[in-house]
């Protein structure tokens, strides 16, 4: 079940420091600054609950992220069922027993934090994804039972997830294992089946949706139909990223944030308060730092000799640049708006903690690059 290691003696302390990827790294600490910052102009300019709450969460994250990536990528593998058992166990909890607020039962009070199990599983279902077809030969991915595990295995947190409610997250959910079933090697045909099984399915799915999720997808057709209710938020965010312009506003000079004509704008719609003040200048260079991020995670899977480390990474990757680009999409009127955070930017410590987790597995894979797994 463990490693065999492709070098002689085991790697001392200092190698392990050297073999980090600072590039990674980064990328990282500059997304965390500039969140922060972000933060605290959310609040007008003044360090209140959110820019220091945010400030404590990053820094506390970040720290663990080094921690957990001198851990082996064999020893993610031998838990990978595990943690993806306990994360569904933490789904069932907040399902039946979590704190409710806004209509949704999504958390658990631990105290000192309220947990949301349902973006751990966005990076349990990579781990335990990765873990299977690390198993399974390459022959045997698209045989019928190549095929019906992970779909049963994916369908069961998204059920649970949906029932909380929470459309948003099961779709990034869904999105997180598809991906990773992709990159497995299964055959194009059967993801064109589901497609047509999907638009076939529509009508009936549809109307399973809570009211409020179908007012969201009429709106993301129409956002005047309801300029003061539904279609608010996104006309708001739409007329903030424009008056950018190029330049932006200025810090701390953003109109639509600072006379709070954009609600939410520290969580899902960060991007949209970044956007007016910095403009299309500030959001290109925010845009190439993640991209910088993504193709390090891609660099790092395309390095490590282990099959589980290549397919996680390849598959965190994907998922990072799924949830860019869905926050992004959703803020610019693109999509309907689910509920997507913009990865550290956006202010929600089981987000930001989902996030370091996958990035310490990444930065293990880059420590341990020649390691095998059995």
């Not at 057709?221 to 608010?232: H, K, M, V």
């Not at 954009?262 to 959001?283: A, Q, R």
Request: charged share 10%; net charge positive.
């Amino acid at each position: 079940m463990y490693s065999k290691l492709s070098f002689t003696g085991e790697l001392t302390f200092f190698q392990k420091l050297r073999s980090l990827d600072y590039w990674l790294l980064f990328c990282v600490l500059l997304l965390g600054i500039i969140s922060t910052i972000s933060m605290y102009s959310s609040e007008g300019g003044q360090i209140l609950y959110y820019t220091k709450s945010h400030f404590i969460r990053f820094s506390v994250f970040f720290l663990l992220m080094l921690v957990l990536s001198f851990l082996r990528p064999s020893f993610w593998h031998a838990i990978g069922y595990l943690f993806f058992f306990i994360v569904m166990v933490l789904l069932v909890v907040a399902s039946f027993y979590g704190v409710k607020a806004s209509g949704s039962q999504r958390w658990i009070n631990l105290y000192f934090v309220n947990l949301q199990p349902s973006e751990l599983m966005k990076i349990a279902i990579i781990v335990c994804f990765a873990k299977y077809y690390h198993r399974i030969q390459i022959t045997n991915v698209n045989t019928l039972q190549g095929l019906l595990i992970p779909i049963v295995i994916l369908i069961i947190p998204i059920v649970f997830v949906l029932s909380q409610p929470d459309l948003g997250t099961s779709i990034l959910i869904a999105l997180s294992g598809i991906a990773v079933v992709w990159l497995s090697g299964v055959k194009i045909k059967y993801f064109f089946y589901s497609f047509l099984s999907l638009i076939i399915t529509a009508p009936f799915i549809i109307s399973l949706l809570k009211p409020y999720q179908k007012i969201r997808i009429l709106t993301f057709f129409n956002p005047e139909r309801d300029p003061l209710g539904a279609g608010y938020q996104i006309i708001q965010s739409k007329i903030a990223i424009g008056s950018g312009g190029i330049y932006g506003k200025g810090f701390l000079k953003g109109t639509q944030s600072y006379l709070e004509f954009l609600p939410e704008k520290h969580t899902d719609f960060i991007f949209t308060l970044f956007s007016e003040e910095h403009g299309f200048v500030g959001s290109f260079i925010l845009l190439i730092i993640y991209a910088i991020l993504i193709f390090r995670i891609i660099s790092i899977g395309a390095l490590s000799r282990s099959f589980f480390g290549k397919l996680f990474c390849y598959g965190f990757g994907t998922s990072i640049f799924i949830y860019i680009v869905v926050n992004m999409a959703m803020v610019l009127g693109m999509v309907p708006i689910v509920g997507s955070p913009l990865p550290i930017m956006s202010y929600g410590g089981s987000s930001m903690l989902a996030t370091m987790i996958g990035l310490a597995i990444v930065m293990g894979c880059r420590i341990y690059n020649k390691e095998l797994i059995a």
